[in-house]
């Protein structure tokens, strides 16, 4: 049996207002490389040409403003309560973070693992590429509070429905490999630590 080195790739995912911004920071702490999918998903609708390109197609030209800025108003008007403009939208920008994220795994191939943020790891598939997958959980209303105090543009109700649309603790659960209780009752330093500590020792794959 041959093995060989190979950088592990885990996702982190986790309902809005689960904690995986925090969970991540530790991550970044033990030097571990960590990529931002929501976040690059953002400046990819901004800067790279052929998604723009993409989303003025099917959105109209109103998707930006006069300074090519994103329209974030626009879409989000248009996409909040029409799931199939969601999906849409969904399948015009995950192909292009796929590439980013390749790109970008390809410059840590030193580091023991690699993690990947998303909040839609599950909904999307791309968790499929992907060899370990941590989930984050929250209860709802706790979930709810912090969005509330972090995101001062969201109403209760917007909160609730972007939860409504994303899979449920339980379900994320069921497939994640390691699941992170953050309810704000006991310290989660040690759980990430704990789960480093496997991570690292996996160097080889057979």
């Not at 972090?150 to 490999?177: C, G, P």
Request: hydrophobic share 40%; charged share 25%.
């Amino acid at each position: 049996m041959q093995s060989q080195t190979k950088t592990l790739l885990v996702g982190i995912t986790g309902g809005i207002g689960s904690g995986k911004s925090l969970i991540c920071k530790i991550f970044t702490v033990l030097r571990i490389p960590v990529y931002f999918a929501d976040q690059r998903a953002k400046w990819l609708q901004m800067h790279n040409t052929s998604l723009v390109k993409a989303i003025k197609s099917h959105f109209g030209p109103q998707a930006y403003d006069t300074e090519g800025k994103l329209n974030r108003v626009f879409l989000a008007e248009q996409v909040f309560n029409n799931e199939e403009k969601l999906n849409l939208l969904n399948k015009l920008v995950h192909p292009f973070v796929a590439e980013d994220f390749r790109e970008w795994q390809h410059k840590h191939q030193d580091a023991p693992y690699v993690v990947k943020e998303a909040a839609l790891l599950f909904e999307t598939g791309s968790y499929k590429s992907l060899q370990k997958i941590i989930n984050v959980n929250a209860p709802v209303e706790l979930r709810i509070r912090r969005v509330m105090l972090r995101d001062l543009h969201r109403s209760r109700a917007q909160i609730e429905n972007i939860i409504a649309k994303q899979w449920t603790d339980k379900r994320r659960a069921e497939l994640a490999d390691f699941n992170i209780h953050n309810d704000d009752s006991s310290l989660i330093v040690p759980e990430v630590l704990k789960i480093h500590e496997i991570l690292t020792q996996r160097k080889t794959v057979a």
